[in-house]
C-alpha cells in the first residue's frame, strides 16, 4: 500500500533525475564547443597536468571548488523569488543551474580518473550510474505511453496537445 502511494513521488525524482542527466549530457558537448571557441583547450591541457600532479583528495578540492562561486547566484535568484520578480528569479536560476552543470561537466572530465582512484567515490560514481539506470527503467513506460499518445489518433485533448508539441519540434530541428 505505502510503496503504491509513494510510486509517483519516486516516478517525479527519476524524472528530477534524469533531467539532470539529460543537462549533464547536453552541455557537456556545448562545454566542448565553447572549450574550442575561447581558448579553453589550453587551460584545460594545463588543469590536466596539474591534476595528474595532485593526490586523489587533493584532487577533489579541484573539483569541489568551481562550483563555489555559483552559490551567491543561486542566492540571488532565491531573493528575487521573494521579492515575486518571477521571471528574472526563473532565469537567473536556470542560468545558474546551466552553468554550474556546464562547469561540473568540464571539471569532472579533467578530474575523472583521478577522482575515481578513491575507492568510496568510485562506489559513490558507480551508484549514481545505477540510480540513473533505475531512473530511465522508471520513466520509460511513460516515455513510451507519451510517444504513443503523440503518434496515435486519438482525439482526446492530450493527443492534440502532444502531436502539436511533436510538430513543434520537428519544425524547429528541420529549421537548423
Do not use: C
Not at 3 to 13: I, S
Not at 58 to 83: D, E, N, Q, R, S
Not at 133 to 155: C, D, F, S, Y
Request: charged share 20%; net charge positive; proline share 5%.
Amino acid at each position: 500500500m505505502l510503496r503504491r502511494l509513494l510510486q509517483p513521488v519516486w516516478v517525479l525524482l527519476a524524472i528530477i533525475f534524469l533531467i539532470e542527466a539529460w543537462l549533464w549530457d547536453h552541455l557537456e558537448p556545448i562545454v566542448a564547443r565553447v572549450v574550442a571557441i575561447i581558448p579553453l583547450a589550453r587551460f584545460k591541457q594545463w588543469l590536466t597536468v596539474r591534476v595528474n600532479s595532485l593526490s586523489p583528495a587533493m584532487t577533489l578540492i579541484v573539483f569541489a571548488v568551481p562550483i563555489l562561486p555559483l552559490f551567491p547566484l543561486k542566492l540571488v535568484g532565491l531573493y528575487l523569488l521573494a521579492h515575486e520578480y518571477w521571471t528574472s528569479a526563473v532565469f537567473t536560476i536556470l542560468f545558474g543551474k546551466l552553468v554550474g552543470v556546464g562547469v561540473t561537466a568540464f571539471v569532472f572530465d579533467v578530474t575523472r580518473d583521478k577522482l575515481l582512484e578513491m575507492h568510496w567515490f568510485e562506489r559513490i560514481y558507480e551508484l549514481v550510474l545505477r540510480v540513473r539506470a533505475k531512473a530511465t527503467e522508471m520513466v520509460a513506460p511513460i516515455k513510451r505511453r507519451i510517444r504513443e499518445l503523440i503518434a496515435g489518433n486519438g482525439e482526446g485533448w492530450s493527443s492534440r496537445t502532444l502531436r502539436l508539441i511533436q510538430r513543434f519540434r520537428k519544425s524547429v530541428h528541420q529549421a537548423r
